[in-house]
Nanobody, 114 residues
Framework: QVQLVESGGGLVQPGGSLRLSCVVS????????MGWYRQAPGKQRELVAS???????YYVDSVKGRFTISRDNAKNMVYLQMNTLSPEDTAVYYC????????WGQGTQVTVSS
């Protein structure tokens, strides 16, 4: 059974940075394109960044240039470096494959507020 555990969220002021981490256990991680999703209050969950096994990233326009996704295949870890955060980035952040293959983890709350 695959487990996804996200961490690294918190309260940060506008313009600040956070680094999210996700550990994937119970599956062969290397072959999957992995993604970070977020769900803001009252909104649907959206994929904001994804990365293939070779390290090539994709970003939605709203985070392009501010967020960087990376992965460590040896450790089954996916990361999301978030810079220049704004209140619009406030959401619960989740990791999964880019097709949401596995059951969702608990996510990690990111709150951007002064």
């Amino acid at each position: 059974q695959v487990q996804l555990v996200e961490s690294g969220g918190g309260l940060v002021q506008p313009g600040g940075s956070l680094r999210l981490s996700c550990v994937v256990s119970g599956s062969i991680f290397r072959g999957y394109r992995m993604g970070w999703y977020r769900q803001a209050p009252g909104k649907q969950r959206e994929l904001v960044a994804s990365i293939n096994s070779g390290g090539s990233g994709y970003y939605v326009d709203s985070v392009k240039g501010r967020f960087t996704i990376s992965r460590d295949n040896a450790k089954n870890m996916v990361y999301l470096q978030m810079n220049t955060l704004s209140p619009e980035d406030t959401a619960v952040y989740y990791c999964n494959t880019d097709r949401a293959t596995w059951a969702w983890g608990q996510g990690t709350q990111v709150t951007v507020s002064s």
